[in-house]
């Protein structure tokens, strides 16, 4: 897709768009291309798509993957800790060899992924907080009657 492009760009309906978002997000791909990178370094986004030159100013996951990470691994993991410890009670050197690197690199490594879902979620689903178009269009100046999305 040509950056200088006035067509819209083409995103996916239906069942193709559920697809969509977690390929582009678990690659880390351009979720209006396809093509392009998402990030520029592990956690970093890209400001443009060197493919489409999609901006990436409307990417505003927060704190999400943090918490999606936190919520999908830790909380069972610290319950199998708890677990085991009340059960049988193992030595230190037990949990220090299994338990912390388990909880580190389980709620680390799939922050990138998550990140890239939150990211393209919020770009197929034309996500932003509510009332906040006019103020969008201040701070960036971009055209009242053009979306972010589509710049």
Same mark, same amino acid.
């Given at each position: $897709? =040509? ?6 760009? %083409? ?7 559920? *697809?969509?978002?977690?390929? #582009? ?7 209006? #291309? ?13 400001? *443009?798509?060197?493919?489409?030159? /999609? ?15 936190? #919520?999908?691994?830790? %909380?069972?993991? +610290?319950?199998? $800790?708890?677990?085991?410890?009340? +059960? ?5 050197? +037990?949990?220090? %060899? ?13 922050? *990138?992924?998550?990140?890239?879902? /939150? ?6 689903? *034309? ?11 201040? /701070?960036?100046?971009?055209?009242? =009657? ?6």
């Amino acid at each position: $897709m =040509d950056p200088r492009s006035n067509e819209p760009p %083409v995103t996916p309906a239906g069942d193709q768009k559920l *697809r969509w978002i977690l390929r #582009c997000g678990w690659k880390g791909l351009c979720p209006r #291309c396809g093509e392009g990178r998402m990030f520029k370094s592990w956690l970093k986004i890209t400001d *443009r798509c060197d493919r489409c030159g /999609l901006d990436y100013r409307f990417a505003a996951p927060d704190d999400g993957p943090a918490f999606f990470s936190l #919520c999908i691994i830790s %909380v069972p993991l +610290v319950a199998f $800790m708890v677990w085991l410890e009340a +059960v049988h009670s193992p030595p230190l050197w +037990v949990h220090l %060899v299994t338990s912390v690197p388990l909880l580190l690199i389980g709620t680390l490594l799939p922050l *990138r992924p998550i990140k890239g879902w /939150l990211v393209a979620s919020q770009f197929v689903n *034309r996500a932003q907080e509510a009332g906040t178009g006019r103020l969008w269009t201040q /701070l960036h100046g971009t055209a009242a =009657d053009t979306n972010d999305f589509d710049q």
